[in-house]
């Protein structure tokens, strides 16, 4: 017995027969199948073999039929061979389903042959099943990618487009859309009765952003897409969540809607159909398949409706003829895969809406800490923020080299946003260092000047008194006469050293700004060192003591190598707080990054001498931005800000003795000739908030 598909019937409905095998010359055989009444009733048709489903095969020897067999190719074959021997070529023997004697009875052929039918019915159903399997082996497989692609998308309107995007390609559906609950704190109104079962699905959701007494007010429209209507332009609107309109519905009730004749839906729906969209365009909706989109917490966050379910993807519905003959009802099989979808399309939206509110937040905790270093240190205000910009610039001038060193080189959007973060938070170690030392623009702190120059005026005070002390007692001692030209020598002197005083003051003040030290002021600070006064006890001190000559000899900046030390450590604070945040993996080098904006490439850098090999590209970039806004910088009251091009006269020299990048340097030069520094800086697509008002 075999089966042989019908040949004038699509595949899909190709129906298999058994085919009974005996050999012309065997009477016997011959006589047994015309009078099986089994097959005459079911199979036979009276006559010989016809050309569409083959019953009987009568041939005239195995030879014979070896010779046709090339013709049963691809048909589940079941024969049942009429034979009192077995075929000698396996290949036919293979094939054969059961031998029976020539002899055999009818009852026990017509048996023989419902056995070959139940076989056939059974493979049959396996072959069906197993491709079901697959098919659905394979709708499981693409959701899967599906869920892994929008779960990889962050990015709100790239995810949108690509959930709208599967979620057509997946029904054939020619046109889509996207709404999104804005939370509002309307209460929820009353519900109506349920829809036909033919239009929707039944389950009361709760909302995203609800509670029992609180419902959201809005739907947004938020994407849409439409293969007829290529140019179709997103305006965005406001639906109101209520049964007044189909996403409305969906979204306040979490019942799908299926119609397969929007023009013409079943009575009793609560919504009505919005025809604008197609009047104004030129469209024809019909079917329509709208479900909600519901996160891990069975909220609706949003309402997926797809339009039109085409026959042929490819088509177009530029006519009502056109929709007529492509456009299907949505089958119950397209909405369970959309349900599915829609439910990944929630998380994957909650998830990265979550992120974005993590980015905020964090954003906020990096410009809340910026700001902080900033109002403990006023004289550096803005310099974070204008060297992450700077910073982020040069690093957009090195993914544009094509030669040299930096060709290869290409920072990713995660690269560039973790550089950002560096340079925002690389003086973030300034909050341990004490505030008199950050503070510091003078050799002495102001305390030390004002107790210095009181010490000048008590010295100015104690003189004057002494001399008019010592005429008092020429005066008694010697009468007026000589006293008249003791007083005019006596005032000469004191207004004599109360003008070496003064000099000599004027040279404590210079010597106390952070500038480079004249010799003649040094030569003067030398001299008022070496000159005493007398207390208010009589005890004969020192005008200027050892440790105001120390501080005030300093060559250059107004600090002491101890207060260095501990300015310098606010690089190993930086580390150290930086160290303590849980950085996500795209951003773990910041801490690296930012404690080594003071290193040099000859190793002359702090806090750990590091060398060229050890000091990052991000890293170079920092220094380089860094030292140019400290230098440029008009906000510091210890240094006058120096010219553009006193600046990057500064910075050669430092390239010169190997301590900042050449080739960076380079790019910076080209940069500020542009005048990069001095406009206002595009805001980039690294950026995750606009930080134009603070910086």
């Known amino acids: 017995m075999t089966t042989k598909a019908d040949s004038s019937a699509e595949a899909a409905c190709k129906q298999e027969v058994p085919t009974i095998v005996c050999m012309q010359d065997d009477d016997a055989a011959c006589a047994a199948v015309k009078g099986c009444c089994k097959l005459n009733r079911m199979f036979w048709d009276g006559g010989a073999a016809p050309d569409g489903p083959l019953q009987v095969l009568v041939a005239a020897s195995e030879e014979a039929l070896a010779r046709r067999w090339p013709q049963l190719q691809g048909i589940d074959l079941r024969m049942i061979v009429l034979s009192d021997a077995c075929f000698r070529d396996p290949v036919l023997d293979a094939a054969v389903f059961a031998y029976l004697p020539k002899e055999t009875p009818i009852p026990h052929l017509e048996r023989m042959i419902e056995n070959a039918l139940e076989d056939m019915t059974r493979n049959t159903l396996c072959r069906e099943l197993a491709e079901r399997l697959r098919v659905s082996s394979e709708e499981i497989d693409e959701l899967n990618r599906i869920g892994v692609a929008l779960s990889a998308e962050h990015r709100i309107p790239k995810l949108l487009e690509m959930i709208l995007t599967k979620a057509r390609q997946i029904t054939a559906a020619d046109a889509g859309s996207i709404y999104l609950v804005e939370p509002g704190p309307e209460a929820i109104p009353p519900r109506s009765a349920a829809l036909p079962r033919a239009a929707t699905g039944h389950s009361l959701p709760t909302v995203a952003g609800s509670d029992s007494n609180a419902h959201p007010s809005r739907l947004r429209f938020s994407w849409t897409q439409n293969d007829t209507l290529s140019l179709l332009p997103l305006e965005e609107m406001a639906v109101e969540i209520s049964e007044s309109s189909i996403a409305g519905y969906v979204a306040f009730t979490g019942e799908y809607v299926q119609l397969d004749d929007a023009y013409n839906p079943p009575p009793g729906l609560p919504f009505t159909i919005n025809r604008s969209f197609d009047l104004k365009l030129g469209y024809h909706t019909k079917s329509i398949l709208a479900v909600p989109m519901r996160n891990e917490k069975d909220e609706v966050v949003g309402v997926l409706q797809l339009m039109n379910c085409k026959r042929e993807m490819a088509a177009k519905l530029t006519s009502y003829v056109a929709v007529s003959a492509q456009v299907r009802p949505f089958s119950a099989h397209h909405r369970e895969l959309i349900m599915s979808l829609a439910s990944q399309a929630a998380i994957a939206l909650q998830n990265s809406r979550l992120l974005r509110s993590i980015e905020t937040l964090f954003e906020g905790f990096v410009d809340a800490s910026v700001i902080a270093i900033e109002e403990r240190d006023p004289t550096t205000c803005g310099h974070s923020f204008r060297v992450a910009q700077l910073a982020l610039v040069l690093a957009e001038a090195v993914n544009r080299v094509s030669t040299g060193p930096w060709a290869e080189i290409r920072f990713t959007p995660s690269q560039m946003k973790e550089l950002r973060y560096a340079a925002l ?252 520094h001095a406009g206002e800086l595009q805001e980039q697509s690294f950026f995750t908030t606009d930080r134009s008002a603070v910086a």
């Not at 590091?610 to 008009?634: K, N």
């Open 425 to 676: 938070l690389h003086d973030f170690g300034k909050v341990g260092v004490r505030e008199n030392v950050l503070l510091k623009a003078a050799k002495l702190y102001p305390a030390q000047l004002e107790l210095l120059r009181q010490r000048f005026q008590f010295a100015k005070r104690t003189a004057e008194a002494e001399s008019l002390r010592q005429q008092l007692d020429f005066l008694l001692a010697n009468g007026v006469s000589a006293h008249r030209s003791n007083a005019q020598q006596a005032e000469a002197g004191i207004r004599e050293y109360w003008e070496r005083l003064d000099r000599l003051w004027e040279a404590i003040e210079q010597a106390n700004r952070s500038t480079l030290t004249s010799q003649r002021v040094c030569s003067e600070l030398a001299e008022a060192a070496s000159l005493g006064f007398t207390g208010v006890d009589g005890v004969p001190s020192a005008l200027v003591t050892e440790e105001e000559t120390r501080l005030l000899a300093i060559a250059q900046g107004s600090l002491d190598p101890e207060e260095r030390t501990q300015i310098e450590a606010h690089v190993i604070y930086t580390e150290r707080f930086l160290s303590q945040i849980p950085w996500t993996g795209d951003l773990q080098n910041v801490t690296a990054i930012a404690a080594g904006h003071h290193e040099k490439l000859n190793g002359t850098g702090y806090p750990r001498r590091l060398l060229a090999a050890d000091i990052p590209v991000q890293t170079r970039i920092i220094t380089i931005v860094d030292m140019f806004d400290a230098l440029t910088a008009s906000d510091r009251p210890y240094k006058k800000a120096v010219s553009t091009e006193d600046a990057l006269h500064i910075l050669r020299a430092e390239v010169n003795a190997g301590a900042i990048d050449a080739n960076l340097f380079e790019l910076f030069v080209e940069l500020i000739r542009e005048g990069t």
